[in-house]
C-alpha cells in the first residue's frame, strides 16, 4: 500500500454496495485513479457531499500494490463549482469534457495537461453563467486535447504532402470557399493528395475553410462568440478526435449522423 494526496476532478461516479460508492477521478500528477469511498452515501460519512462532479477536490487515498482499486481516506472540496450544474448547455458540455478525460487518461501516466485542460473547462463553464459559450468552450477544450494527444489535425497545409492546399470555392457555396479534409488522412488535403486517397479507398470530405481556420484560432485559446462557428468548429474536433480514439463517446452521438459531413 502507498499513501497518496493529491488535486482530484471526479469522471464518473458508481453506487457501490449498499452505501458506498466507487469513483474514477483523474489527479493533477498521478494519472487516473479508481478509488473505493466506504459509506460515502450515509448522511454521516466523511465523504458525503465532498465528491461531486465538476468541484476541485483534494483526496487522500491508499493504493494498493500492482494497481486496483485505492481506498479513499479523506476528501477535501478545495473549489465549489456549484453554478455549473444549474445550467443545462454547461452542465452537458462538462459531461462530455468528463467523458473525453476518462477515455483518454492513461493509467500510471502523469497527465497533469490533461488535469489543467480540464480544469479550465470546467471553471470557465462554471464562471460564464446562464449565457455560457459552451459549444466555443468545448470546441477550444477539444482542440488542445487533440494537440496534447498528438492528434491535431493539418489545418494549413496539405496533412499528406505538406505541400499547400488551396481551398476552393464551390458555386451557390454560402459557407464560402472550401477545403478537402479526411479524419484518415490526417486533415486537410491538396487536390491531387485527395484524389489519390479517394482512389485509395479513404474517406474524403470537404469543409468550410473559416471553420477549419476556427479551429486552430480554438488551438490559440480563442472562445468564438458567433454560436453557428462554435458549432461547426466543436463538430470537426469530435468527428477527428472520436475517428482517432475508434470510439463514439455518449457526449458526441449528435455528431454521428453522416449528413453532418459532407
Ligand atoms: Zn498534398
Redesign the pocket.
Known sequence: MSRCTEQVLILQRVPYGESSLVVRALTRNDGPVHLLARGAHRAKSAFAWTLDLFDELELTYRKPRGGGLATLEKGTVLLRRAALPKNLAAYRAALCGLELCDLVARPGVNEHKLYEVLSQLLGDLDQSGAEAPDDALLARFEAQLLRDLGLFPATNN??????D?PAYLAQEDEAGPRVPFSAEAGGR??E???LAAKKAGRKVGTLPHRNLAGLERALGGEIHRDRKLAQAVHAIAARFLDFHLGVLPRTHRQFASPAAHR
Do not use: P, R, Y
Open positions: 496539405c496533412a499528406e504532402c505538406a505541400g492546399a488535403l491538396c491531387t493528395c485527395a
